[in-house]
Every structure is written in C-alpha cells, then in structure tokens.
C-alpha cells in the first residue's frame, strides 16, 4: 500500500472542488462545530466567578448571580457586534477583517495574533480539561494524562481533516445531548426551586466558608472586577461564528447570524440557569474538588441517569471545544496567507476541501504546549481569554468606525471600502454606542486579566502576540519583495540573462546514472563537462579506465579530472563550477546537470543522493547557476 493509498483510508477520497458547496454546513451542524467552546464554558463559567469572590467567605457568593447577570448582558453586547460583523463581511475573517477595513494594518494583525494564540489555547486548555474530566473518575489513567492528551488531539485532527461536514455530524451528539442534560436540570431544579408540580424543595446548604481576607474600598472593587473578569471565560468562542461564514449553506451570511443568535440564547440560558440554581443552593466551590455543576446536578437529580449523563457529556464537550479552534485557526490562517501575512500554503485547501495545513500546524503547535504544560489547564488558564478579549476589543472599535463611516452617507447612497460594501442604515447612532460600550467593557476585561494574571503566565501571551505581528510583517515585507523582483511592469527583453552553451556534470563514477545525465547534456549543449574529483591516484585511474569503455557514449565529452588531496571534494567542485560562470562565462547562465538515484523503496532514499543535496544547496547561492535533475530509477531490492 502506497502513501497515496494510506492517505485515502484515513482521510478517504479526494472530494472535487466542485462539491465544495454540498460541503458546507446546515444550522444544526454549524451550531454544534462552532458553538462547542462557548457552551462547554458553562461547565466552569459560574465557577470562575465564585473561585475568587470566596476568598471573603460564603458570605459574598450572592454576588455572584448579578456579576453573571452583568456578563450575560456583555455576552449579548458581543453577540450583537458580531451580527453586525457577519452582516457587514459575508466573506468570514471575524475581528481581522473587520479591523483591517476600518482600523488599519497594524490593529488588523493585531487581532489577527491575538486570535490565532487563543485558538491554539482553546484546543491545549480544552483537551487538558478534558483529560482532567477523565482522570478524576479514574485516577489510575493520572500519570498518563500527556498521552491522552495527544491522543485526543490527534482524534480530533484526523476527523476534521476528513472534512467539515463529517465533522460537524460526529461532534454534533456530544454537544447537543451535553445542552439537553444540562437544560433538563436546570428545569427540574427550577420546578423543584419554584415548587410546581408537588416537586420536593430545592435542597439549601448552609456550611459557612469564614473569609480568608477582609477588603475594602478599591481592594474590594478591584476583586470583583477580577471576578467578572474570571466570568468572561463564558465569551470564548463567540467570534467563531463570524470567521466562518464562508463554511455555511447559502444563504450564508443570514445563516451565520441566525446561527449566531442561537448560539447566545443556548449558551446565556444554560450559563445563568446554573449560576441562579447553585447561589440559590448555597453551593460552594471546592479547589481540586467536585466541580459546581457537579455539585447541582448531584442535588437536583440524585446519582441517577441524568446525574451521569451530565457527566459524561461535559468530558466529552470539554473534549470537544477543541473543535472550535480547529474551525477557526485554519480559516483564518488562509486570510492571512491570502494577504500575505502567512506562508501562501495556508491557504490551500486539501483533498476534503479543509485547509489541511492550517490543521496540522494547529495540532502540532498545541500538542506542543500541551508536553510543556504536562496537561495541566490551571497551569495554561492565566493564558487564556487574553487573545479573545482583545480580539473582542478591535472587533468592536472596528466596528464603531464603520458605523461613523455609515453616518455620513445618505439614504440609498453606497460605498465601496477596501473589504465590502456599505449602505446607510437606521439606527447607525445606537448600533455604534453598543459597540463603543462592549469595546470599554472587554477592554477592560482585557486589562484586568492581564494585570492580575500576568506574573502566573499572561506575560507570555504579552510576548508571543506582538511577535506573531512582527513575523506577519516579515513575511509580508518578503512577499513584497518578491513581488517586485518578479514584475513584469517594467520588464524589457534586454533585462533577460544569456544562456551559454555549457553544460557541466559532476560525477563520482561512470555507471549508467552518468551516462544518462551525459546522453541528456548533448542534446541541450555541445560543451558538455564531466567533472569527476580525485582524491587519489586509484581514483584518477578508475575513471580515466571506465571513461574509455565507452568512446561514442563520451565522443566530444570533455572528462575534467581535478587532483584534490583533501576528503572534502564539494569544495574544488564548486570552484571549479564558479570558474566557469565567473570568468569563462560572465553575466550569462550556465547549466549543471546532477544524476540522481531514485530507489523505490521510501527508505533506501536516504542512503542515496546526500552529497547531491549539499550541493544543490550550496549552488543555489549562485545566482547564475541552472540546477537540472536527472533521474536513474533504482528497482526494489525484493
């Protein structure tokens, strides 16, 4: 079975390009793909607030219900921008377009990296929460969690490289029963709280937890910022809908915002349902413990079907958050490439229509920070949510200039921008005050989770974000480059380098590879120079002995013999191969041609061909040097 044969029966067959459009997704299965991250945040949101109000006792953990209540309305806010962002840029690219229209090159790549970091930690964290999930209900799998981990990710990798549509049908189940087990406890534990249907009380538990701090003034303020800051990991995920518009049925952008619109309902509803249930129930969080929605599902159903049912889908969705990343990294990685910001095969699609490239790179990036963390997401977490709120924070000032830029025109008046097409709307004034005032609150979000998290990891996020920006400008300056070099604006005939009429041929032996390379040199040149480096004068003898055994194979062939008392014979090859450009030939092109072995096995390439390769390499210094490639099949050694 060849590689080729592999490939297919892992991945299966190559889709044509024309299928691209039966490919994309429904409502259903796109909310299950890109929605995965900001529902599976609901198994920790309600928690991350009430980690840190606790340390002033059970006494401050009501506030946690109108500080989640104040993130519902951020999250809506949010939802609502990036409405506006689908709308407005049907084509996807999320915050990095809507930035690069209205904000400039810069803040664009900016969010750009900032994004691309927070995916690459939405799939680290959320495998790594995943794998804590399991090893929790077995700890004897503890001291392989690394290797689930890299399981996992491979799992996911090898199905998203079979296509986005599959994908979206196998990650689907574990999403929507996860939504449905969750819901059904929030109703019953709302019919229980409420008393319908003779349904027993909603169990209260009074265990005091005393204060391990007293705070006041600014001090006080400042924690519950940082608490509604450690809410916000409820809005992960969110700006997934927008990068991926391109990914849904026709008509797309309509679809992507119905999408979007499900997507906040689902997510708000299940996020303040557990935060009211469990302040109701006076629940408490315990570190390295029994989770929150642990703890209220236990309550409200009992070890029962539900209880475990809950259970064994939120490992699953922690699991498959991942999958958001998967969507979103590649995608808007080809934006990127397509920009010129990003290696250009980012942008190529594979044999199922995916961007495969974009996919590998992300399973390997993550896969690597999942070794260096051990699969340890609470060493990971002071890295996460940065990229997004500040993705959220350009997005939504992006968008504000827009809305400035819709002020000024007219009714019925359009206008081209770089990236879309504008008309005046109603309601410009309000849509842009929402914006600028989701732009504040993430910001600050932003800052907070930056100035608090940054001694315990958030420094590295700070570095590695304006790094990215500094090699997307890199790479852009060298695509410009290359650009120009390779103009045809000003180009004229003249400009064009001669070719001579010269063909050198290294050799080390006369075997039939050589001879070859030779019959193919007469045919393109009449000065045609065997080259052959002797390092003794057995060497020197061999070849003057074998050359002669062939005179109308090597009639009119000169055999250039160089006596080199060194081992290194690539170094008096390469003099001699820059003599003739230099000062036989200068300012013209001269051709070398190299016989190359080509055996059939896979494995035996190694041990062919080396010494060519170094050669190659160092000839492609020379900027008037013509490399040509001539084949000897080698058969299989069965």
């Keep these: 079975m060849n590689i080729v044969e592999i490939k297919q029966t892992l991945i299966g067959k190559p889709f044509p390009t024309s299928r691209e459009i039966h490919e994309r997704l429904d409502k259903i299965r796109a909310l299950a793909i890109f929605a995965s991250d900001p529902i599976s945040s609901n198994a920790y949101a309600t928690e991350a607030i009430m980690s840190v109000l606790i340390v002033l006792g059970s006494g401050a953990l009501p506030m946690t219900l109108p500080l989640a209540t104040a993130v519902a309305i951020l999250v809506l806010m949010v939802v609502f921008s990036y409405i506006q962002t689908i709308l407005h840029y049907p084509d996807g690219g999320g915050a990095y377009t809507v930035a690069k229209d209205n904000l400039g090159k810069y803040p664009s790549l900016l969010a750009g990296a900032a994004l691309l970091t927070d995916y690459v930690l939405t799939v680290s964290v959320s495998i790594s929460a995943g794998v804590r999930a399991v090893t929790s209900a077995v700890p004897q799998l503890f001291e392989y969690r690394v290797i689930i981990a890299l399981l996992a990710i491979g799992f996911i990798t090898w199905i998203n490289l079979r296509g986005v549509r599959e994908s979206g049908t196998i990650f689907a189940l574990p999403t929507y029963a996860f939504v449905g087990g969750v819901m059904l406890t929030i109703i019953i534990g709302l019919m229980r709280y409420l008393g319908w249907l003779g349904a027993a009380p909603l169990p209260v538990f009074d265990e005091a937890v005393p204060a ?11 924690l519950l910022l940082r608490a509604f800051a450690g809410g916000c990991t409820a809005l992960t995920g969110i700006e997934a809908i927008s990068n991926g518009v391109k990914a849904f049925q026709p008509p797309e952008a309509k679809n992507a915002a119905k999408t979007m619109v499900v997507m906040g309902i689902m997510a708000m509803s299940l996020f303040m349902g557990i935060t009211f249930l469990s302040t109701h129930m006076h629940l408490t969080p315990i570190e390295h413990g029994e989770s929150i929605l642990s703890q209220m599902t ?32 590649p995608r808007l990685s080809s934006f990127l490439a397509k920009d010129g910001f990003m290696p250009r095969w980012m942008q190529n699609r594979g044999d199922r229509l995916v961007y495969s490239s974009g996919i590998l790179v992300l399973a390997a990036v993550a896969s690597l920070i999942v070794i260096i963390f051990q699969a340890n997401e609470i060493a990971m977490l002071p890295l996460y949510a940065l990229g997004v709120m500040l993705s959220f924070t350009l997005s939504q000032i992006g968008m504000s200039r827009l809305m400035r830029k819709i002020s000024h025109l007219k009714p019925g008046e359009t206008v081209n921008t770089s990236v879309t097409t504008i008309h005046y709307e109603r309601g410009w004034r309000w849509k ?63 400009h064009l380098v001669d070719v001579a009429n010269v063909v050198i041929i290294p050799i080390a032996d006369v075997h039939q590879g050589t001879l070859r390379a030779i019959q193919y040199a007469r045919r393109i040149a009449t000065d045609v120079r065997a080259v052959c480096i002797a390092t003794s004068p057995e060497v020197r003898e061999r070849i003057e002995r074998r050359w002669a055994r062939f005179p109308r194979l090597t009639e009119g062939i000169d055999l250039v013999i160089i006596d080199y008392d060194y081992r290194d014979i690539l170094t008096p090859l390469v003099d001699y191969i820059k003599t003739v450009n230099e000062k036989e030939f200068p300012g013209w092109l001269i051709t070398v041609v190299i016989p190359e072995f080509i055996p059939v096995e896979r494995y ?35």
Excluded: C
């Excluded at 391990?212 to 400042?222: D, I, Q």
């Excluded at 732009?439 to 800052?447: K, N, S, Y």
């Excluded at 020379?622 to 099949?633: A, L, Q, W």
């Design 432 to 494: 842009k005050t929402v914006n600028i005032a989701g732009a504040i609150i993430t910001g600050l979000v932003f800052i907070i989770l930056m100035a608090t998290k940054f001694i315990d990891g958030a420094w590295i996020i700070a570095l590695a974000i304006p790094a990215l920006v500094f090699t997307f400008a890199k790479i852009n300056t060298h695509y410009q480059v290359v650009a120009q070099t390779l103009s045809t604006r000003d180009f004229s005939e003249e």
């Design 212 to 222: 391990t701090t007293s705070l006041a003034g600014f001090a006080y303020v400042w």
């Design 604 to 638: 035996a390439q190694i041990l062919h061909n080396q010494t060519a390769n170094i050669l190659r390499r160092r000839l492609r210094s020379t900027e008037e040097v013509i490399i040509i490639d001539v084949p000897y099949h080698i058969p299989s050694s069965d």
């Design 298 to 329: 236990r309550q409200i159903s009992g070890r029962s079907i539900l209880y475990f049912w809950v259970q064994t889908f939120t490992a699953l969705i922690l699991f498959l958050a991942a999958n958001t990343g998967y969507q979103d990294f």
